[in-house]
Each structure stands twice: as structure tokens, then as C-alpha cells.
């Protein structure tokens, strides 16, 4: 059974950096597409980046995050990680990495309910 656990997340000032990391159990890890979501007090879980391992293997972000996070994965330690940059105080939220649930898709979905196992979250919160 896939175990997905998240860490690097913490309290930073508006305009700072936090580096996310999920680190996986399972060595088919790099068979499946990886994506992180948040989810804010009151609001719905929403897809923040993911990457498909059967297309184009890109990764594909939020409009909202385009250009301030970046994901990226390290194979060897079945690891993926979320790089944010000039953070904002609406990105405070519980930060969930999640594994797709289908094999080699060729597309990264955008919806929590493709994905089969998630981690616990980690909490990112953005002073201003």
C-alpha cells in the first residue's frame, strides 16, 4: 500500500519561500502521475500542480500559482517537491501531495477524486 508523506511547510512573511517535499514508500512511484492540492478553512480542496507520467510529462499548474511555484520529482528517491515563491497570504492552506490513480495516464487530472492515496498535509500559513 502506497504511503505519501508531505513536509516543509510553516509560518513565513508574504513574499517568502517555502520548499514542499512528499516523500513516497512504494517503488512504483514513478509509474504514476503526482499532483499537490490545498485546501483553505472553509473552502474545497483545489489542484494546485501535477505532473502525468504517460503524456507529455510536464507539469501543469493552477493559474492562480503559474509562475510562482514549480514542481519537480526525483526519482531515485521517490520524492516530489513543490518550490513556492513570493507567497501570498491566500496561499495559506493544508498542502496534500496525492499519487493518480491510474497507471501511465496521459493526462494530469485536475480533480482530488483521480487520486488514490494522499499524504496528511502539511500546513503552509502566509502572514502579511
Known amino acids: 500500500q502506497a504511503q505519501l508523506v508531505e513536509s516543509g511547510g510553516g509560518l513565513v512573511q508574504a513574499g517568502g519561500s517555502l520548499r514542499l517535499s512528499c516523500a513516497a514508500s512504494?517503488?512504483?512511484?514513478?509509474?504514476?502521475?503526482m499532483a499537490w492540492f490545498r485546501q483553505a478553512p472553509g473552502k474545497e480542496r483545489e489542484f494546485v500542480a501535477g505532473?502525468?507520467?504517460?503524456?507529455?510529462?510536464?507539469?501543469q499548474y493552477a493559474d492562480s500559482v503559474k509562475g510562482r511555484f514549480t514542481l519537480s520529482m526525483n526519482n531515485a528517491r521517490s520524492t516530489v517537491y513543490l518550490e513556492m515563491t513570493s507567497l501570498k497570504p491566500e496561499d495559506t492552506a493544508i498542502y496534500y501531495c496525492?499519487?493518480?490513480?491510474?497507471?501511465?495516464?496521459?493526462?494530469?487530472?485536475?480533480?482530488?477524486?483521480?487520486?488514490?492515496?494522499w499524504g496528511p498535509g502539511t500546513q503552509v500559513t502566509v502572514s502579511s
Open positions: 512504494e517503488r512504483i512511484f514513478s509509474q504514476f502521475g
Open positions: 496525492a499519487r493518480d490513480g491510474v497507471l501511465f495516464r496521459r493526462t494530469t487530472p485536475t480533480t482530488a477524486d483521480s487520486y488514490d492515496y
Open positions: 505532473i502525468n507520467r504517460g503524456g507529455n510529462r510536464r507539469p
